[in-house]
């Protein structure tokens, strides 16, 4: 019922840019969805936080990405995007996209490919 579904990604060289969309529905308050964010898992390596952002804007970023990665979103329609700059080959990963509402629930998408590669 509820569907977390990413997209954008791709192969980019270091350097390059790519922006990641995930759309949310199914929800049955759409506001009910307190924060919303990114995270990735890398080859041989655990899942890691990327970024999120809450409803009311506050986000927080893994080190590994400030400054390069902005994330935003569209509470309305429980979209929330992944703008990724100055790529580099560590930034290869699956990229998932994670909600979590007011309730506790947590929602995940099935990834997209992201990788950087010259």
């Known amino acids: 019922q509820v569907q977390l579904v990413e997209s954008g990604g791709g192969l980019v060289q270091p350097g390059g840019s790519l922006t990641l969309t995930c759309e949310g529905s199914?929800?049955?308050?759409?506001?009910?969805?307190?924060?919303m964010g990114w995270y990735r898992q890398a080859p041989g390596k655990q899942r890691e936080l990327v970024a999120t952002?809450?409803?009311?804007?506050?986000?927080d970023y893994a080190d590994s990405v400030k400054g390069r990665f902005t994330i935003s979103r569209d509470n309305a329609r429980a979209t929330v995007y992944l703008q990724m700059n100055s790529l580099k080959p560590e930034d290869t990963a699956v990229y998932y996209c994670?909600?979590?509402?007011?309730?506790?629930?947590?929602?995940w998408g099935q990834g997209t490919q992201v990788t950087v590669s010259s």
């Open positions: 199914g929800f049955g308050n759409i506001f009910s969805i307190n924060v």
């Open positions: 952002r809450s409803s009311g804007g506050s986000t």
């Open positions: 994670n909600a979590n509402d007011r309730r506790g629930r947590t929602y």
